[in-house]
Structure formats: structure tokens, C-alpha cells
Nanobody, 126 residues
């Protein structure tokens, strides 16, 4: 059974930084893409960033490009989301996700992701 456990969320001020972590278990971590999504109250869950199975390719939502960085450490079964220059509109529950299939792509659609973590709250005050 694949399990994803996020950590690192919290309450910060605008302009601050946070690093989220997601530890995966239950299968060979390095064989699968990983992604971060977020969901604000009353809004749809939206794509934030994805990284390919080897870490060589990344994909970002326009709203976070240049501020957020996704990375992975396959030896630690962990994917990270470094968030700099946080804005109040970044406030959301952040979810780690991974597809149910092996591929070299970095999909943006939540329908491509089969496994999800429980989420970690990020709140940015102005």
C-alpha cells in the first residue's frame, strides 16, 4: 500500500519561506513522478508543481514559477517543496501526490494522480 505523509506546513507572514516534505512508502519511490497540489477553502484542488521520476524534469504552475522549487531525494523517499516569497493567496492545504503508473512525464492534471497524502496546512498572513 502506497502511503504519503506530508509535513512542514505552518503559519507565516507574507514574504517568508517554508519547506514542505513528503515521505513515501510502499513501492520503489524512484520509479514514479511526484507532485504537489493545493486546495484553498471553497476552491478546486489545483496543481502546484511536479518532478519526474529521476528529478531531471520539473513543471510548475504559473502562479508559483520563480518562487517555489520542487525537488526529490530518491535515497530518502522524499519530495520537497521549497516555497519562497509566500503570499496570502498561497494559503491552502498542500497535498503530495503520485501517479499509479511509471512514466517520465510530469503531469499537471489531478486525474493523473492515484495516491494522495493527508495534506498540510499553509497559512500566509498579510
Amino acid at each position: 500500500q502506497v502511503q504519503l505523509v506530508e509535513s512542514g506546513g505552518g503559519l507565516v507572514q507574507a514574504g517568508d519561506s517554508l519547506r514542505l516534505s513528503c515521505v513515501a512508502s510502499g513501492r520503489t519511490f524512484g520509479d514514479y513522478a511526484m507532485a504537489w497540489f493545493r486546495q484553498a477553502p471553497g476552491k478546486e484542488r489545483e496543481f502546484v508543481a511536479a518532478v519526474s521520476r529521476g528529478g531531471g524534469a520539473t513543471n510548475y504552475a504559473d502562479s508559483v514559477k520563480g518562487r517555489f522549487t520542487i525537488s526529490r531525494d530518491n535515497a530518502k523517499n522524499t519530495v520537497y517543496l521549497q516555497m519562497n516569497g509566500l503570499k496570502p493567496e498561497d494559503t491552502a492545504v498542500y497535498y503530495c501526490a503520485t501517479p499509479g503508473y511509471r512514466a517520465w512525464s510530469t503531469p499537471r492534471s489531478k486525474e493523473e494522480y492515484h495516491y494522495w497524502g493527508q495534506g498540510t496546512q499553509v497559512t500566509v498572513s498579510s
